[in-house]
C-alpha cells in the first residue's frame, strides 16, 4: 500500500461548507482549497467505509488505513473527474479498487508465506451464530477469484443493482453478471459444504 497521507481539517469558510453540492465542492478539490479536503471525508466517509466492509470483511483490522488510502488518491485525482454528479460512484469505484488491490497483494504474500493468517472478520458485538456465518462467506469469498468476489460481495451481500456494481467496478453490465453467476455457482458450492450455511443455500435453491 503506498504511503497514506493524513487528511488535514482546517476550519471551514465563513459559509457552511458542508451545505454545498458536490459542484462546488470538485471545484475546491480540483483548486486544492483546503476546506474542500474536510468536506469530503466528513460527506462521504460512511460511504467508503460501509464499500470496503463489503469488500473486505467485517473487522478488516487495516480498515482504517484502507479508508485513508481511498482519500487520499481520491485528494491526488480529484482534476480526473469532469462530472460533480458522479463523485458518490468516483469514490465507490475508488474504494473497489483499493480493496481489490489489497486482497491481491495478500494473496501473493501468503503464497510466500504459507504461515499467514487471515485477518480477523467476526462482528464482536453479534451474536455467536451470525459471527460464524459471517467468518464462514468472507472464509469463502477469499476462495474465489478476486473479480468475482468484488462483485458478488457488492450485489449480493451489499444488494447493489448490476449497473451499480458495473460503474463501481468499471466493467460493463453483461461483464458484471458474467462474473456474478460464476461467483455464485462457486459459492454456493461452497456454502452448501458448511453447517453454518446449508440452510440458507437450501432456501435459496428453492426460491
Not at 51 to 68: A, K, N, S, Y
Not at 83 to 98: D, E, N, P, R, Y
Not at 131 to 142: F, G, K, Q
Amino acid at each position: 500500500m503506498s504511503q497514506v497521507v493524513r487528511l488535514p481539517t482546517p476550519p471551514l469558510p465563513a459559509k457552511d461548507a458542508s451545505k454545498e453540492d458536490d459542484t462546488r465542492l470538485l471545484r475546491g478539490l480540483r483548486e486544492h482549497e483546503p476546506w474542500a479536503a474536510a468536506v469530503i471525508v466528513d460527506r462521504y466517509i460512511d460511504h467508503v467505509r460501509h464499500v470496503l466492509v463489503r469488500v473486505m470483511g467485517v473487522g478488516e483490522r487495516e480498515l482504517d488505513d484502507l479508508v485513508q488510502e481511498v482519500f487520499t488518491r481520491a485528494l491526488a485525482g480529484a482534476h480526473r473527474l469532469s462530472f460533480a454528479g458522479a463523485l458518490k460512484w468516483w469514490l465507490t469505484s475508488i474504494a473497489v479498487f483499493t480493496g481489490r488491490e489489497t486482497i491481491r497483494r495478500r494473496s501473493r504474500w501468503r503464497w510466500l508465506h504459507f504461515t499467514a493468517e487471515p485477518p480477523e472478520r467476526e462482528a464482536p458485538q453479534a451474536s455467536p451464530e451470525i459471527r460464524e456465518a459471517a467468518h464462514v462467506v468472507y472464509a469463502m469469498l477469499d476462495q474465489l477469484p478476486v473479480n468475482e468476489r468484488i462483485v458478488f460481495a457488492l450485489h449480493a451481500i451489499d444488494g447493489m443493482a448490476a449497473h451499480e456494481v458495473a460503474a463501481a467496478c468499471g466493467v460493463s453490465v453483461p461483464t458484471v453478471r458474467r462474473r456474478l453467476a460464476k461467483a455464485e455457482r462457486r459459492f454456493y458450492a461452497l456454502a452448501a459444504k458448511h453447517e453454518a450455511l446449508s440452510a440458507w443455500v437450501s432456501q435459496q435453491c428453492q426460491s
